[in-house]
């Protein structure tokens, strides 16, 4: 666990030196680009030490057992919040509307993802990331401003299928990558549960 929460505290709090107020007297003592590499080196690391020690914490202790409905709410946010990770790079209306797409896309998949497992080290991992989106979230609201253009209609059907097929292919690989299965296969398709 002490690595998972160190990759936590690394990654959580270099993603949130603008909403503490720290990005420009870094920007200012090192420069755009020393800034990029610190930033960019302290994330990479942050996020491996929490895939490693949330791998090294799996399985831990139940805080909960999570109704089965939690896994329905995750197969519907988790789409949702994919689309908008991607909608955060292309020029459409979901970003210019949304305005803070990306990070709307992390608390989505935080909740989903925090309702739907109910064990200690994803109430850390889950829950951490649930509490910082939030928190930046309302902080980038606060601030105001938006993105200048009026969108594309073109960019917003991108944004959909690539996290359509992004969320399809999560939910088929889920198992593989980080073993817990999404979507669950029977030999049999006239099998009770299908």
Request: without cysteine; proline residues 5%; glycine residues 10%.
């Amino acid at each position: 666990m002490e690595f998972l929460i160190a990759g936590l505290v690394l990654f959580l709090g270099i993603h949130s030196v603008r909403l503490v107020g720290l990005r420009s007297p870094m920007i200012a003592a090192m420069g755009q680009g020393g800034y990029s590499i610190v930033y960019s080196l302290i994330s990479a690391i942050g996020l491996a030490l929490i895939v490693y020690g949330h791998v090294l914490a799996h399985p831990s202790a139940s805080v909960w057992a999570p109704p089965e409905w939690t896994r329905t709410l995750a197969l519907v946010l988790v789409p949702v919040s994919l689309v908008l990770l991607v909608s955060a790079y292309l020029p459409g209306h979901i970003r210019s509307g949304v305005r803070h797409p990306m990070t709307l896309g992390v608390l989505f998949w935080s909740i989903a993802h925090l309702a739907a497992n109910g064990e200690v080290a994803s109430f850390v991992l889950f829950g951490s990331f649930a509490v910082w989106s939030l928190l930046t979230v309302l902080g980038a609201y606060a601030r105001g401003g938006s993105f200048a253009t009026e969108g594309s209609w073109k960019a917003d059907a991108a944004a959909i299928v690539i996290g359509l097929v992004a969320s399809g292919l999560l939910a088929w690989f889920h198992m593989q990558l980080f073993g817990v299965a999404v979507v669950e296969f029977a030999s049999d398709p006239y099998a009770p549960g299908i």
